[in-house]
């Protein structure tokens, strides 16, 4: 696609499901990024993924969260047992990642979670 | 270490009039910065880069932003506000080396007044 596609567009559940997130980059755009918005907040980076590897996941604030990346291409990011402090926006991004920090991040419009 | 201080939270402009967005950086290396504007219920958009070309980066929209070295300040101006500039507004800072990590300022929500 054209460019970063993120869905569901919002979700809502309970407190103590399990969600997924799920992000499509711009083809070809190796490195993938998460990070959490919350209201009033700066953004708060949770994952970084170059290729299907993460080599940095200092982000990710407990251990009920996970995310993947396969071929490249889509992630995944999965929040288990959740609860309400989860609730936020959560925007991916993607970029050429060719190296060096020069390279801008496309974002999508990421995801409304709230938990109920 | 890497970081960025954007000094103001909220900025109100009359329509027409210029708008001046301040940010300032530290980095140990050189770094390369960013200006992105957030719409509502929207993503982050690319508005303007800098990553040691010319120290004077236009951008999308009318905006622009100086790179300032001496005083490690990368401020996002624009002559004339328009109604459509209404909207949050992100200094970013990444110090270029391998691994792109990038730190994002709190934002500056822009109010446009008619």
């Known amino acids: 696609g054209a460019g970063v596609s993120q869905s569901p567009s919002n979700k809502v559940t309970e407190k103590g499901k399990d969600v997924e997130l799920r992000c499509d980059p711009i083809s070809g755009h190796t490195a993938l990024y998460w990070y959490r918005q919350s209201l009033g907040q700066g953004l708060e980076f949770l994952i970084y993924f170059q290729g299907n590897s993460a080599p940095d996941k200092s982000g990710l604030p407990s251990d009920r969260f996970s995310a993947e990346r396969t071929g490249g291409s889509v992630s995944t990011l999965t929040i288990q047992r959740t609860q309400q402090e989860d609730s936020a926006v959560y925007l991916c991004?993607?970029?050429?990642?060719?190296?060096?920090?020069?390279?801008?991040?496309?974002f999508g419009d990421g995801t409304r979670l709230s938990i109920l | 270490a890497q970081s960025v201080t954007q000094l103001d939270s909220h900025v109100s402009v009359s329509e027409g009039t210029p708008v001046l967005l301040r940010c300032n950086y530290s980095?140990?290396?050189?770094?390369?910065l960013f200006w992105y504007v957030q719409h509502p219920n929207k993503g982050l958009q690319l508005l303007l880069k800098y990553t040691s070309a010319a120290t004077l980066v236009k951008g999308i929209n009318g905006f622009e932003a100086e790179f300032k070295k001496s005083e490690t300040s990368f401020h996002l101006t624009k002559p004339s506000a328009h109604m459509s500039d209404a909207a949050e507004y992100f200094c970013v800072v990444s110090e270029g080396r391998g691994y792109q990590k990038v730190t994002f300022g709190i934002g500056t929500k822009l109010q446009v007044i008619p």
């Open positions: 991004a993607s970029s050429l990642g060719t190296g060096g920090g020069n390279q801008p991040q496309h």
């Open positions: 980095s140990s290396y050189s770094p390369s």
